[in-house]
């Protein structure tokens, strides 16, 4: 279980740097840019928010639905920028971004200026990529669990 939790992937330098990059910038923007404000507005969109319509989902209110988004954007954001729980962490923001893209902009095209897949896409992306390398030797997981043997993969 240790593993699966707090494996942080290559030790290798120089991945890792780039690794940490990655995780410390896409972690700060879906903070700041989406978590933060949607904790502002909570009074505003509470009961208007999107529930996914897919089984168990569907079975939470709009109240529910945006304090999962909240948790995923904002606590998932703040264990990806630490390197703490790095790949759950990235699989819940991941999670929210695929309802967002395929739920909440559904009808939308995927390119646009205005409403469109493309924003939700382009931070599924980054999680993705951080599920599959993990947190990098740069991070708390990597203090957390130390590989004793050297990684073949």
Request: hydrophobic share 50%.
């Amino acid at each position: 279980m240790k593993r699966f939790l707090f494996d942080c992937g290559t030790r290798d330098a120089t991945a890792s740097v780039g690794i940490l990059t990655l995780r410390v910038l896409i972690g700060l923007m879906m903070l700041i840019g989406h978590g933060i404000p949607k904790i502002e507005g909570f009074a505003a969109s509470k009961n208007s928010f999107y529930v996914p319509d897919f089984f168990p989902l569907h079975y939470m209110s709009p109240q529910i639905s945006l304090i999962a988004t909240i948790m995923a954007e904002v606590g998932a954001s703040a264990l990806i920028i630490l390197g703490l729980a790095t790949r759950p962490a990235a699989f819940l923001l991941a999670f929210s971004m695929v309802v967002a893209v395929f739920g909440v902009h559904g009808n939308d095209p995927w390119f646009s200026a205005e409403r469109s897949k493309e924003l939700g896409l382009l931070y599924l992306i980054p999680m993705l990529t951080i599920i599959f390398s993990g947190a990098g030797s740069f991070s708390i997981d990597a203090v957390i669990h130390k590989d004793s043997k050297r990684r073949r993969w």
